[in-house]
């Protein structure tokens, strides 16, 4: 069971990324998935979630509307689309599996979540 994420990058104030989560190992329509963060000095942050079906997305206030949350079963892979992005922003990224198969909400508890990404980083410079 594995987690890869990618596009992480260096971004001037106001540009976009677009991460990508690559999962592998397991049936990965099943479960769902979240985003988090850790920005330098800080603890990890959970940013957004997406359950299975994509019934329910759910988004940290702080990127709401500027952050996209989606996956597309069939390729396996898990997105995070960036825009107007704030030197804030800047930190690793990892993605996360979600331990319950079928959960049809989100959490933004670590606990929630069993299989990590080795993480990419964000940097966005003013």
């Known amino acids: 069971v594995t987690l890869e994420e990618s596009g992480g990058g260096l971004v001037q104030a106001g540009g976009s990324l677009t991460l990508s989560c690559k999962a592998s190992?397991?049936?990965?329509?099943?479960?769902?998935f979240g985003w988090f963060r850790r920005a330098p000095g800080k603890g990890l942050e959970w940013v957004s979630g997406?359950?299975?079906?994509?019934?329910?997305?759910q988004y940290v206030d702080s990127v709401k509307g500027r952050f996209t949350i989606s996956r597309d079963n069939a390729k396996n892979t898990l997105w995070l689309q960036m825009d107007t992005l704030k030197p804030e922003d800047t930190a690793v990224y990892y993605c996360?599996?979600?331990?319950?198969?079928?959960?049809?909400?989100?959490?933004?508890?670590?606990?929630?979540?069993?299989?990590w990404g080795q993480g990419t980083q964000v940097t966005v410079s003013s």
């Open positions: 996360a599996k979600y331990k319950t198969r079928y959960y049809t909400d989100t959490s933004y508890d670590i606990k929630d979540y069993d299989t």
């Open positions: 190992g397991f049936t990965f329509d099943g479960y769902g």
């Open positions: 997406i359950s299975t079906g994509s019934s329910t997305t």
